[in-house]
């Protein structure tokens, strides 16, 4: 692989990689996401919790461009990307996994993330399946690519195993290894500990904190696993009825008495 993934540091005082600015989604008389504005700096990873229908997808949502705000807007570096495409937004340096695994079971591990090397090689899938010319040399390139990726989440021994033998957990970490294969600079974590067993999301919460030592990758995580996204996040967002009533450390987030209220529908004791 002529191109390595970079490592991305930042030093001193830092601009936002990414901000939401006042944004507000509506689905018809129902307000999802009710003027958040938020902010992520680079290389921090930023956790976003709250209740069920909080509006914390539908954020991620806005922000991936799989929904159109109804009001506010979205900065990446700095830029506007409301008006993009999805896969705009992710050759501009955005990549996302879901909530509800994406894997193809009947692949193998390392055709999971040529899948993803794929959408950013200049070739195509289209170029791919007809064989054109050049194609062998990319094919390569991005097989290498698709390797190193695997490395580094730790996948590089399974790399020919087929997906759906893997445990959940391990398939959590194939999305991760595809989120990558893009190269991104931001990553969007949609629940990555849903139906993980406690020893699975502490692999996956070790295997997210070495993304950003060993890339300087800035991450954003939605999270109900309270040890996952309190144990990785630097800082942590509260979303409760589409408003952002908390942010701060975790030490300062589990101790509002506004998340309390959230999280237990009654007011907290003074």
Avoid at 127 to 133: D, E, Q, S, T, V
């Amino acid at each position: 692989m002529k191109k390595k993934l970079q490592k991305r540091r930042f030093e001193g005082v830092m601009e936002p990689i990414l901000e939401t600015v006042n944004v507000r989604k509506n689905f018809g008389g129902v307000v999802a996401l009710d003027g958040v504005s938020l902010h992520v700096l680079p290389n921090e990873i930023l956790g976003i919790i709250g209740p069920n229908g909080a509006g914390k997808t539908t954020l991620f949502n806005v922000i991936s461009r799989l929904l159109d705000a109804n009001e506010g807007d979205v900065l990446f570096e700095g830029r506007s990307i409301r008006r993009l495409k999805q896969h705009q937004v992710a050759a501009a340096g955005i990549a996302r996994t879901f909530q509800n695994l994406q894997v193809f079971g009947t692949m193998t591990v390392l055709e999971n993330v040529l899948v993803g090397c794929h959408t950013a090689g200049h070739s195509g899938m289209l170029g791919a399946a007809l064989r054109l010319w050049g194609v062998k040399a990319e094919e390569a390139r991005l097989k290498e690519k698709a390797v190193e990726c695997l490395e580094i989440v730790g996948l590089s021994d399974l790399a020919e195993d087929q997906a759906d033998n893997l445990p959940m957990g391990l398939q959590r970490h194939v999305e991760l290894a595809r989120a990558l294969s893009s190269e991104p600079t931001l990553i969007l974590l949609d629940e990555p500990a849903a139906g993980l067993t406690t020893h699975e999301a502490d692999s996956l919460s070790e295997t997210i904190g070495g993304l950003r030592e060993k890339l300087g990758l800035t991450l954003v995580l939605i999270e109900h696993d309270m040890s996952v996204v309190m144990g990785v996040s630097d800082r942590v967002v509260v979303i409760d009825r589409g408003r952002m009533i908390s942010e701060g450390t975790p030490a300062e987030v589990q101790a509002d008495p506004a998340v309390v209220e959230a999280y237990l529908g009654q007011e907290a004791d003074e």
